[in-house]
């Protein structure tokens, strides 16, 4: 079974850049979340999609991050313009149901932005 | 804060140890999870005990919950090098909406 692909892996940018982060969760899993993992530190949940739904953003910088899951699959997560407090890992992650059991995670994105 | 709170924040221990990791939390949970993750890789689900449940077991791993408590414990027993990555607890919270809130970590080193 493939588990849950991200890309880039990596990302370098400068401040007041755009970047956007691509993400495949597994297949049939109908709930998609964003993650931000600043160093040292757990993740921290940006947004959660049931199917092509938001069900929980509230704590998405809505001003600078954006999300969007169309047909309920793939989703992109942007970030406009970037600052350097934005420097972490971006982590999306899938589970099966509508709850949150068992989350399978993607290997995430590092940005870096200078 | 509601996110749970991980004791110790880093642990070493020599292979064949076991390890034991805490989470403290503040609210009521409909269950709380554990996760671990290896260095620049995702996290990877290791368990979940539900609130009416105390104990629970999956190969080396044990984990508790005290409600009255409101904490957690997970046991590594007879650790291996290959154990040696960051553990996190997540709890879902009662109100949450089912959003799953990660404490900080424990660093757990295993040495050959």
């Known amino acids: 079974e493939a588990g849950v692909a991200q890309s880039p892996r990596y990302k370098i940018i400068e401040k007041r850049q755009s970047v956007a982060f691509w993400c495949n969760p597994i297949?049939?899993?109908?709930?998609l979340y964003w993650y931000q993992q600043i160093l040292g530190q757990g993740p921290k949940l940006l947004i959660q999609f049931q199917n092509n739904g938001v069900v929980d953003d509230s704590q998405l910088p809505k001003d600078r991050f954006s999300a969007e899951r169309l047909k309920g699959v793939d989703s992109t997560l942007k970030i406009q313009p970037a600052k350097l407090e934005d420097s972490a890992v971006y982590l999306c992650?899938?589970?099966?149901?509508?709850?949150?059991?068992?989350?399978?995670f993607g290997s995430g994105t590092q940005l870096s932005v200078l | 804060s509601q996110q749970g709170e991980e004791d110790p924040q880093a642990l070493s221990i020599q292979e064949g140890e076991n390890a034991t990791m805490n989470c403290s939390y503040k609210?009521?949970?409909?269950?709380l999870q554990w996760y671990r993750q290896n260095s620049g890789r995702g996290l990877v689900h290791l368990i979940l005990i539900r609130s009416n449940e105390r104990e629970k077991h999956s190969g080396r791993l044990r984990v508790t919950l005290d409600t009255s408590k409101k904490s957690s414990s997970l046991l590594i027993t007879a650790s291996r090098a290959a154990d040696t990555a960051s553990y996190f607890c997540a709890t879902d919270y009662e109100g949450s909406g089912s959003r799953l809130t990660f404490g900080e970590g424990t660093q757990l080193t295993v040495n050959p």
């Open positions: 992650a899938s589970s099966l149901g509508q709850g949150n059991e068992k989350l399978f």
């Open positions: 609210t009521s949970i409909n269950n």
């Open positions: 297949s049939g899993h109908a709930t």
